[in-house]
């Protein structure tokens, strides 16, 4: 395994350290209770995080441009996780044209508005889609409580649900996504569903998914880098629902 270089915008970052514990620190899931609603038994119960053995390091985007720029670090052998969108042209890691369309928000609208036929704007909602190597696993969805903190599970009816999975998978097509965690933001204007933005990582939203979701979100997206399976995705039974009533 190389050495892992979590990639972040801040110094103290919940992103980088959610992650990072993510990678370091297996657990395994309490009696958990499944999307569809139905109880799992104790035999069911997995590890939601992987065992390994190998050195986790994060990063801010502007030390790791100064290492770059004074040779001071070679990214051989170097497993990169960017957790932000402020990635320079000049680095190289296999996601990086993800990253770019990901960034440029207003083009990807366009290619959306052109391509998939939807509509865009600006939303406060965010659907978590777990691409791995088998396929997409859709998480419950994360609303925005206030400006500074988030909420999950935020239920949709299957009206909603259904419409918004399609367009997560014609998007994850479009951008010819590889196996990560995406954040798809999106809003509503009355009972249509519009897309806002991509994330190909788990964004800040992703924090509403620890001691919720089994594996969270973090923890997904390290399955996903490491080629990994994810079984399920599960919702902790004390959870508090909240449900889109538009």
């Known amino acids: 395994m190389p ?10 970052d919940l992103l980088g350290e959610a992650l990072k514990q993510a990678i370091l620190m297996p657990s395994v899931a309490p009696h958990t209770q499944n999307l569809s609603g139905t109880e799992e038994s104790p035999s069911s119960r997995t590890e939601v995080a992987i065992q390994v053995d190998c050195e986790v390091e994060i990063e801010t985007i502007a030390r790791l441009q100064q290492k770059l720029t004074n040779g001071t ?3 051989e052998d170097i497993l990169l996780c960017p957790l932000t969108l402020d990635i320079p042209v000049s680095l190289e890691f296999p996601q990086r044209g993800i ?23 600006e939303g406060n909602f965010w659907l978590p889609i777990v691409l791995t ?25 299957d009206r909603y649900r259904q ?7 014609r998007l994850l097509k479009l951008v010819s996504a590889t196996p990560s965690t995406y954040l798809m933001q999106f809003g509503f204007a009355g009972e249509t569903v519009f897309f806002d933005r991509l994330f190909p990582f788990p964004a800040t939203p992703a924090i509403a998914s620890l001691n919720i979701q089994l594996p969270n979100l973090f923890a997904c997206h390290w399955h996903c880098l490491t080629n990994t399976p994810i079984l ?13 009533q538009p």
């Open 3 to 12: 050495k892992v270089l979590i990639v972040t915008d801040e110094e103290s």
């Open 73 to 75: 670090i070679c990214l």
């Open 99 to 121: 990253y770019q369309d990901c960034r440029d928000v207003l083009e990807l609208r366009q290619r959306v508005e052109k391509d998939l036929h939807s509509f865009t704007g």
């Open 133 to 157: 190597s088998k396929g997409a696993l859709y998480a419950e969805a994360i609303a925005s409580a206030d400006p500074l903190s988030y909420l999950q599970p935020f239920h949709l009816p």
């Open 232 to 244: 399920d995705l599960t919702i902790a039974p004390a959870s508090e629902y909240r449900v889109f």
């Open 163 to 169: 419409p918004l999975y399609e367009l997560g998978q």
